[in-house]
């Protein structure tokens, strides 16, 4: 579970969590090997498992590299009745699951794909996260539908409704690459540019290491991202949590923290970027002149 040049190989993962340990996880699959000409939109079926395995194999190794702790299979739709469902935008269907994987004897851990408005049936939050860890999951939160903003709020909705229960558990985010501030109750799949015009919402660096920041001040210790989560993504959440972890990522070895290695570029307006003060505050434009900066969701 250490990714290179981490230490505690063995450890398993409610180890880590109950001492306090952050535990990264990993980042897109089916969005990013879907960019790569591996993945086929619409039903998003991962047979690149079977047909291109060198190509999930070298995404995973680009997470671990990364900085993640985590590696999970690439199995999303891969289930006989596919995406019919919906799992996990609802409750009760969450707890089932939890209630099932209990019987293995293995730690549960379970994610709902909701936002601060709660799941389709109109459960809210924290109400979710109560009926998870009474079922008997180990550690709950939110991944993929939504921003890292959007993540958060959810994510603090869920820690009050346990505090209120009484309860404790670990908490997980995993939010989306892409910025909704826009999104209705569906999150992401609901909104125009879904999923071939999400470019301009792509998250920067810094805006992942904020995100990495403000979850671990939540008390959220395990910490990754879902669609549009490249492995640059993570090796921000790494770097952000350096200081808590004890060490960086092999894949910071070319990359200077804060754009310090701008030091030595030959143009002196490009030489005065490499400081975290201007990376903090900059205010990216899109480039797009004439296109809104919010959509409007069509369900």
């Known amino acids: 579970m250490a990714p290179v040049g981490g230490p505690g190989a063995k450890k398993g993962i409610l180890e880590r969590l109950d001492s306090g340990e952050v535990v990264v996880g990993d980042g897109s699959f089916l969005i990013t090997l879907e960019k790569r000409g591996y993945v086929k939109a619409g039903l998003w079926t991962p047979e690149a498992i079977v047909d291109h395995p060198d190509a999930v194999r070298q995404l995973h190794m680009e997470f671990l590299r990364a900085g993640s702790n985590v590696m999970q299979t690439f199995t999303f739709s891969a ?66 539908r939504f921003g890292p903003s959007t993540s958060l709020k959810t994510m603090k909705l869920m820690k009050e409704g346990l505090q209120a229960a009484g309860l404790q558990a670990h908490l997980i985010v995993q939010s989306l690459g892409f910025h909704t501030p826009d999104c209705g109750k569906g999150g992401v799949v609901d909104l125009p540019e879904y999923p071939f015009g999400l470019e301009p919402r792509v998250a920067t660096r810094w805006d992942i290491q904020k995100y990495a920041r403000e979850a671990y001040n939540l008390g959220v210790r395990y910490i990754g991202g879902c669609c549009g989560f490249e492995p640059y993504h993570i090796r921000a959440i790494a770097e952000e949590l350096a200081p808590e972890r004890g060490f960086l990522p092999p894949a910071s070895e070319k990359h200077g923290s804060w754009g310090s ?16 003060e201007y990376w903090e505050n900059l205010l990216p434009a899109s480039g797009r002149p004439f296109c809104p900066s919010l959509s409007q969701p069509d369900a």
């Open 79 to 144: 289930s006989e009745d596919n995406m019919g469902s919906k799992y996990f935008e609802h409750a009760e269907e969450a707890v089932w699951a939890v209630e099932v994987l209990k019987e293995s004897g293995k730690p549960v851990a379970v994610t709902m794909c909701i936002g601060p408005d709660g799941d389709m049936c109109g459960v809210k939050p924290g109400e979710c996260a109560v009926k998870l860890v009474k079922a008997g999951a180990a550690i709950v939160g939110v991944n993929c």
């Open 261 to 276: 290695g701008l030091n030595m570029h030959t143009k002196p307006w490009i030489r005065a970027r490499a400081r975290r």
